[in-house]
């Protein structure tokens, strides 16, 4: 495990959902999709990746629209961020945790069964 991996509270889940994130003064969102999501933070693979400390806004959709204020908080060069998230409701934090909480428990029930397959 690395340092990194560590220090997170959340565990990591792989899953992609659609995004929408807004810079300062931008009235037009950067679309795309998570390839990893916690109750912390994300990770977004984009080519032209934000600088480290950038304030965003994010529109994340689940069941619902969830809205998070946001920073970035990793940027690798052709690859895509890391964002940390700052604050949301209670009620979107809830509503994240079930969403995560759903995934992990649906992908460890297909690793078992895959694992019961071999």
């Known amino acids: 495990m690395s340092g990194t991996d560590d220090r997170r ?38 080519r032209l990746p934000l600088p480290v400390g950038t304030a965003l806004e994010i529109k994340l959709q689940l069941e619902g629209t969830l809205l998070v204020l ?17 604050r949301m409701l209670p009620e979107d934090m809830d509503e994240l945790r079930a969403f995560l909480e759903s995934k992990q428990k649906e992908q460890r029930e ?3 069964q895959k694992e019961q397959s071999e």
Do not use: H, M
């Not at 908080?73 to 890391?82: A, E, I, K, L």
């Open 9 to 46: 509270l959340y565990p990591r889940i792989k899953v992609q959902v659609p995004i929408e994130l807004y810079t300062e003064g931008s009235t037009f969102p950067i679309r795309g999709a998570t390839t990893d999501l916690s109750l912390t933070g994300c990770y977004i693979e984009t």
């Open 110 to 112: 297909q690793k078992e």
């Open 70 to 86: 946001a920073a970035v908080v990793t940027s690798d060069p052709q690859v895509g961020n890391g964002i940390g998230f700052n």
